[in-house]
């Protein structure tokens, strides 16, 4: 095994089998911790139809339905949000989603007249926002969104980041990055997977073609071609397995560039480049 490659799996603490029922109930049994020792009622998640949310999101609609139970407070929920940017080329899986997840709240915020206008105000200085750069502010107001209805319901936001998006940075510093609690953390995309079936979801919403879907000149582009390395190796890498020297290579550099994003701010008593 690559040393880097140890210390990547020791960071993100992949094991090589899981067990989904264990899983399962082990990301149930934390976001249902983390409300109460927070004393908060609500999870807050955003569902956009692909694999990550779809799990996050029934596994924190089970998280509140069994608090209400165990608890006799009723005033538990979960909230999915819709978050288009205008309309949403893939709004049928979306829709899929939040009727399998069945939710006990679900709301729609269309997203563009606030990046717009955001993009509008900041070019009257005479920058130019590229495509590049407006999807990562569309992912930073679909965050600011789901804070804000955080805040109105006594509730925490859900992130969705994974070991195989985790190691690569494949998220928005800030945005879809942010939240409270990410019960996913030391899974792969393929035990996510293998969570997905073991839940009996529709089977479209854990083999569609994974995409950040954030550039309007570039919609829908695979995650695999925007990072140049398969999921597939991604995983088998953080399962500590063998794979070609080209993957590794590529996956230890998005791991050292992208370093930045899985800490808070750096402060001077920091090392920077240590990572």
């Known amino acids: 095994m690559r040393p880097l490659q140890k210390k990547i799996i020791a960071y993100e603490q992949v094991q ?16 249902q911790h983390f409300l109460q020792v927070n004393h908060l009622k609500t999870l807050v998640l955003g569902i ?3 694999q990550d949310s779809t799990l996050t999101g029934k596994l924190a ?11 006799e407070q009723p005033d538990y929920q979960f909230i999915a949000v819709r978050l288009p940017y205008g309309q949403q080329a893939d709004e049928s899986d979306a829709l899929a989603a939040v009727d399998w997840i069945n939710p006990d709240q679900v709301y729609r915020v269309n997203i563009k007249p606030a990046v717009d206008a955001a993009v509008a105000s900041i070019e009257t200085n005479g920058l130019t926002i590229s495509d590049f750069n407006k999807g990562n502010l569309k992912a930073r107001q679909r965050m600011l969104v789901q804070y804000a209805i955080a805040g ?5 936001v859900v992130g969705t980041d994974h070991a195989a998006e985790n190691i690569t940075g494949f998220y928005t510093k800030y945005g879809d990055g942010a939240a409270d609690l990410t019960p996913l953390f030391r899974l792969n995309k ?7 079936q073991f839940l009996q979801a529709p089977k479209s919403l854990y083999t569609k073609t994974p995409t950040a879907d954030l550039e309007d000149g570039r919609p829908g582009l695979a995650d695999e071609v925007a990072l140049g390395v398969t999921y597939s190796d991604i995983d088998n890498y953080l399962e500590g397995r063998t794979v070609s020297d080209q993957a590794a290579t590529r996956i230890e550099d998005w791991y050292r560039r992208t370093a930045h994003k899985r800490r808070l701010p750096y402060t001077v008593f920091d090392q920077l480049g240590s990572e």
Not at 16 to 31: G, L
Not at 61 to 70: E, K, Y
């Open 190 to 196: 393929r035990q996510g997977r293998q969570l997905l």
């Open 152 to 156: 109105a319901c006594q509730g925490a």
């Open 48 to 50: 956009s139809g692909g």
């Open 16 to 31: 090589p089998q899981i067990d989904p029922q264990t899983e399962i109930q082990r990301s149930v049994d934390f976001m």
């Open 61 to 71: 609609q089970m998280a509140v339905s069994q608090l209400r139970q165990q608890t």
